[in-house]
């Protein structure tokens, strides 16, 4: 079975950091992107970042670009998000995902969705 | 705010049919690149329901179907169900935005 578990979510403080680690099971790690959606409370959707299978290739959006770092660990199945700066608009539960699709990155689908792990950010 | 327009809210009667609509850009679904559409139940996590336009993943009955056309696309929900009631996200990718972008979600009700 596909697994993603998401850990490493906590309150902190403005300005503080924390990374975030995410477990995948079931499928060949090494070959697929994988990417970090985030979910502000009572909120939508918003992508956050994205790296390609070798981790070579990473992606950001703009709200979090020079903050956030993305990065994967192909030999122990992990893939990480490095927050910095954190700013209170970055609360929300952060989704790991793993990406399928095409050969074509910008047509790749979200197929398995973890359960997510929820950043606090307040004094 | 989101690249992607979708309406806030739709409704309908058990055993009608719905459809949500995701309006999108030259940047984006009218570059061609493909739309995706999620499901979010109540507390849980999103889980895809449509990839690649119109193609439903094993165990999404085929109540759903999505299409395509020019710069927007559309999610087709029918025979209503109450366990239908959810929220819908449409996905695209963004040429301007160098990114994935996702519409603002659709809350589904099942009166």
């Known amino acids: 079975e596909v697994q993603l578990v998401e850990s490493g979510g906590a309150l902190v403080q403005p300005g503080g950091s924390l990374r975030l680690s995410c477990a995948a099971s079931?499928?060949?790690?090494?070959?697929?992107?994988m990417t970090w959606v985030r979910q502000a409370p009572g909120k939508g959707l918003e992508w956050v970042s994205a790296?390609?299978?070798?981790?070579?290739?990473?992606f950001y959006a703009d709200s979090v670009k020079g903050r956030f770092t993305v990065s994967r660990d192909n030999s122990k199945n992990m893939l990480y998000l490095q927050l910095n700066s954190l700013r209170a608009e970055d609360t929300a539960v952060y989704y790991c995902?793993?990406?399928?699709?095409?050969?074509?990155?910008?047509?790749?689908?979200?197929?398995?969705w973890g359960n997510g792990t929820t950043v606090t950010v307040s004094s | 705010q989101f690249v992607l327009t979708q309406p806030p809210s739709v409704s309908g009667a058990p055993g009608q049919t719905v459809t949500i609509s995701c309006s999108g850009s030259?940047?984006?679904?009218?570059?061609?690149?493909?739309v995706n559409w999620y499901q979010q139940l109540p507390g849980a996590a999103p889980k895809i329901l449509i990839y690649v336009n119109t193609n439903r993943p094993s165990g999404v009955p085929d109540r759903f179907s999505g299409s395509k056309s020019g710069t927007s696309a559309s999610l087709a929900i029918t025979g209503l169900q109450a366990e239908d009631e959810a929220e819908y996200y449409c996905?695209?990718?963004?040429?301007?935005?160098?990114?994935?972008?996702f519409g603002g979600g659709t809350k589904l009700t099942v009166l």
């Open positions: 030259s940047s984006n679904i009218g570059s061609g690149y493909d």
């Open positions: 790296a390609g299978g070798s981790g070579s290739s990473t």
């Open positions: 996905q695209s990718y963004d040429s301007s935005r160098s990114g994935w972008v």
């Open positions: 079931g499928f060949t790690f090494s070959i697929y992107a």
């Open positions: 995902v793993k990406f399928r699709g095409s050969p074509n990155y910008y047509n790749y689908h979200m197929d398995v």
